[in-house]
């Protein structure tokens, strides 16, 4: 019975673990393509908007400020949510910070359409777009730009990569077997 459980256990890490190398596979190839998109920023520094991934408190969690929303376009039905993006500020050398590098972000938001308003409607489809906390918007560009155009690549994400294969509590089920026998 205990030796049953560990196999059907052992079955579905394995399952899990293939899903996710397929995932990773798949991210691998996606990356160096650089997609064009716009950014944005979102008025105050706490990062607390409605999250619509769910994350709940993302400070809590480790993401700190490194997050985004996503516009129609990028957030895929939230398929894309736990995604991290590698982003640069392009083509405006006025608004670009000069040699700023790339920001890595988590994506744990949806920007939603807004069809009422004529300015600033940037998340309707079909434009990609970020809408980034205010900190990492300014690591990028400056604060009066108001809105650049990016570059942005899908990237795997460093720290957050595994937290949604141990949120699901696939890891802990497992341990948990083991221990029973
Ligand atoms: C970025 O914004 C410009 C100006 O609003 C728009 O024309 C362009 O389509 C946007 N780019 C993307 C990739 O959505």
């Not at 910070?97 to 940037?122: E, M, R, S």
């Not at 650049?148 to 802990?172: A, D, H, M």
């Amino acid at each position: 019975m205990a030796q049953s459980c560990i196999l059907i256990a052992l079955a579905g890490f394995i399952t899990l673990l293939v899903q996710a190398t397929g995932k990773e596979i798949a991210i691998s190839r996606e990356q160096n393509v650089w997609h064009k998109a716009n950014a944005t920023f979102y008025g105050d520094m706490t990062g607390a908007k409605t999250m619509a991934c769910g994350y709940g408190d993302l400070f809590k969690q480790g993401y700190s400020l490194q997050t985004t929303a996503l516009s129609t376009a990028l957030f895929d039905g939230g398929l894309a949510c736990g995604a991290c993006f590698e982003i640069r500020c392009v083509d405006t050398p006025q608004w670009c910070i000069p040699n700023a590098g790339t920001i890595t972000v988590t994506a744990t938001n949806f920007c939603p359409p807004n069809y009422q308003k004529q300015d600033g409607n940037w998340c309707n489809p079909p434009q990609r777009h970020f809408d980034l906390s205010m900190p990492t918007f300014m690591k990028i560009a400056y604060y009066k730009a108001g809105i650049v155009p990016v570059r942005y690549r899908r990237v795997l994400c460093n720290k957050q990569g595994r937290v949604k294969f141990e949120g699901n509590g696939n890891r802990y089920w497992l341990l948990v077997l083991v221990y029973n026998v």
